[in-house]
């Protein structure tokens, strides 16, 4: 890959093609020119906390079991029977071995074959070095199992870059899931991500949210990676503090009642990017604070209340600083398919997986992590839910999906020129498709034309 580690703000204006979007072909190459070479989020560690326990991720044609395969030790094997090819795990379990249902041969937790039936029918011709488990490379961060099938990747802290610096104080790792879901979106797995990497939407998709103000928004890129964040109110709203705890309002409006409402709104509709502990914080405030008490300080008030109680009940608070949280930003695209939205103690998290070769179809799931006390964390699992309602998936995300098929549709559309990010509030969504143009070899954004032929600056 070219280097792409320079830090960016705003860009040229740009047009992305639509083949990444539309192409089977490109559906295709995509199986080895970019899943075969990334860094992708396979699991989270707490799906394999004992020896045994394994999660198997597919991707396209290609399938991985992560393991624990000793208590300080995860594993990451392709899932075939070196005899006839046969799948050996699907799902999520714990085993002793690895067990090929159609001629019983095994293979122990480290990978080390155990049982060939007749094997001497073989002669000399099979030994323990061929006959051992083939391995993709694997690795853990933020709680989360990584997996990458080029045996000379890069290492996974350098491939995350300043994202896994800027992260940091989230403490992503000592989260667990509250809830997940997934379904099949009839849209291209890109199509799917790009409903999610940037906020530019929210005035138009969730309409009900103006009513605490509306935001413009910066967007970075570093690395591979992009992120973004609010940068300033629009029209007469006003915004108290910044980072963790700004509140915004409209003319008028009490900010003691205005973060209650939002945060019960947040809840109600999204059930993510808040906590009950935060909830029951922001109804105390207009009884704990006086009227006239400015946004900024109610913001810091409503955080400090809500780390109080919930440090009562054994869930503390990381130490993240105000500067620092603002650099973090609310909204991350790891590259290539995962989006974090990361808060004090809770983070909302989307995966998106080409559905097949199929270029209109994919794989898409959602998930919320929080923060609980010791041994309090729920028991959760994977819960299909094709029934995209809002019974089902609450109204934030269902808006969100209206949103994903008909972008579909209309990028196959003859007068549709192609994408045009917003040039300061999307740069992550040109800066993917720019990435994922050096993995693909084609497909690159390029200038919009100016009306006399020219580029734009």
């Known amino acids: 890959m070219n280097d792409v580690a320079k830090v960016s703000g705003e860009s040229t204006a740009m047009v992305i093609p639509i083949e990444a979007y539309v192409s089977e072909a490109y559906a295709r190459a995509e199986n ?267 913001g810091a008030y409503l955080m400090a209340s809500a780390a109080r109680d919930d440090a009562a009940r054994g869930v503390i608070w990381p130490a993240i600083d105000p500067g620092a949280a603002m650099a973090a930003g609310f909204d991350w695209h790891l590259f290539p398919n995962s989006i974090v939205l990361p808060g004090p103690t809770f983070a909302l998290c989307y995966r998106a997986r080409p559905h097949g070769y199929d270029p209109d179809s994919c794989i898409f799931e959602v998930y919320t992590l929080e923060r609980f006390p010791q041994g309090e964390a729920p028991k959760t699992e994977w819960v299909y839910q094709p029934d995209a309602s809002e019974e089902k998936w609450r109204k934030i995300l269902c808006q969100d999906f209206s949103n994903m098929p008909a972008v579909q549709k209309g990028i196959k559309s003859r007068g549709f020129p192609g994408p045009r990010p917003n040039p300061v509030q999307e740069v992550a969504v040109s800066h993917f498709h720019e990435v994922l143009a050096q993995y693909m070899g084609t497909g690159a954004p390029r200038p919009i034309q100016a009306p006399n032929g020219k580029e734009r600056p």
């Open 32 to 298: 080895e020119k970019l899943w075969g070479r990334v860094w992708q989020i396979a699991c989270r560690t707490e799906e394999i906390p004992e020896v045994g326990d394994y999660v198997t991720y597919d991707i396209l044609d290609e399938s991985i079991i992560v393991v624990r395969s000793a208590r300080d030790r995860i594993a990451a094997y392709y899932n075939v029977c070196l005899h006839r090819g046969r799948r050996l795990t699907e799902g999520c379990g714990r085993l002793q071995q690895f067990y090929c249902r159609f001629h019983g041969w095994r293979w122990g937790l480290d990978g080390e074959n155990l049982h060939v039936l007749d094997r001497e029918n073989w002669g000399n011709a099979l030994s323990e070095e061929n006959l051992r488990m083939r391995q993709a490379r694997v690795d853990t961060w933020g709680g989360w199992v990584w997996i990458n099938m080029d045996p000379n990747c890069e290492p996974l802290r350098d491939y995350l870059d300043l994202a896994a610096s800027l992260l940091a104080p989230f403490e992503l790792d000592k989260m667990r899931y509250r809830w997940r879901q997934w379904l099949y979106m009839p849209c291209n797995w890109k199509t799917a991500l790009e409903a999610f990497n940037e906020s530019y939407h929210l005035d138009a998709t969730h309409p009900q949210m103006i009513r605490w103000g509306s935001s413009s928004y910066w967007s970075r890129a570093a690395g591979r990676h992009a992120w973004h964040g609010i940068a300033a109110p629009r029209g007469g709203e006003s915004r108290g503090g910044a980072g963790l705890g700004s509140i915004s309002t409209r003319p008028g409006q009490d900010p003691r009642i205005a973060a209650a409402e939002l945060n019960n709104e947040i809840k109600r509709t999204v059930d993510a990017t808040t906590t009950d502990t935060i909830v029951k914080a922001a109804n105390r405030l207009v009884n704990e604070l006086p009227p006239g008490t400015p946004a900024a300080e109610v």
